[in-house]
């Protein structure tokens, strides 16, 4: 996805990483927030979950992509 996205004019603002088991993705989150990213390409289950939770308690306005 790193190679593939300047080729088609998405500019990676953040890699933030998260653990299979992990249930709190805030801190990953917290760091993305502050550089105003738009559309979000996420991991796998239960990842995705966990981080749209997380989003919101975290005041984020848009949806996960």
């Not at 975290?58 to 996960?64: I, K, Q």
Request: hydrophobic share 35%.
């Amino acid at each position: 996805m790193k190679e593939l996205a300047p080729q088609m004019g998405i500019a990676i603002v953040a890699d933030e990483v998260y653990g299979p088991k992990d249930t709190d993705m805030t801190a990953q989150l917290t760091k993305i927030k502050g550089r105003t990213p738009g559309d979000r390409v996420l991991g796998t289950n239960p990842g995705p979950a966990v981080i749209a939770r997380n989003r919101v308690q975290l005041g984020s306005r848009r949806p996960s992509t």
